[in-house]
Nanobody, 124 residues
């Protein structure tokens, strides 16, 4: 059974940083894309970032580009999201996701497994 478990969320002031982690189990994720989505209060779920199996390719939403960095450690079956210069509009539940391909990576339908999510709250 595939499981994705996020951690690292919390409350931070605007301008601060957080690092999210996602521990994956149930399959070998070394050949899969992994990424992050988020859903803010009253908003639709949106794409944040994705990384391919080798870490060579990464894609970000325009809203986080230059502030967030996605990385992975295949030996640990883990993916991370370093979030810097946080803004109140980054407040959301952040979900770890995995997919076999990066085709239409911005679409939630591309991803076959989702974690339970971790709350990130940025105060102004």
């Amino acid at each position: 059974q595939v499981q994705l478990v996020e951690s690292g969320g919390g409350l931070v002031q605007a301008g601060g940083s957080l690092r999210l982690s996602c521990a994956a189990s149930g399959r070998t994720f070394g050949s899969y894309f992994m990424g992050w989505f988020r859903q803010g209060p009253g908003k639709e779920r949106e794409f944040v970032a994705i990384i391919n199996w080798s870490g060579e390719y990464t894609y970000y939403s325009d809203s986080v580009k230059g502030r967030f960095t996605i990385s992975r450690d295949n030996a640990k079956n883990a993916v991370y999201l370093q979030m810097n210069s946080l803004k109140p509009e980054d407040t959301a539940v952040y979900y770890c996701v995995t997919a076999k391909s990066g085709f239409r990576y911005w679409a939630s339908s591309n991803y076959d497994y989702w974690g339970q999510g971790t709350q990130v709250t940025v105060s102004s």
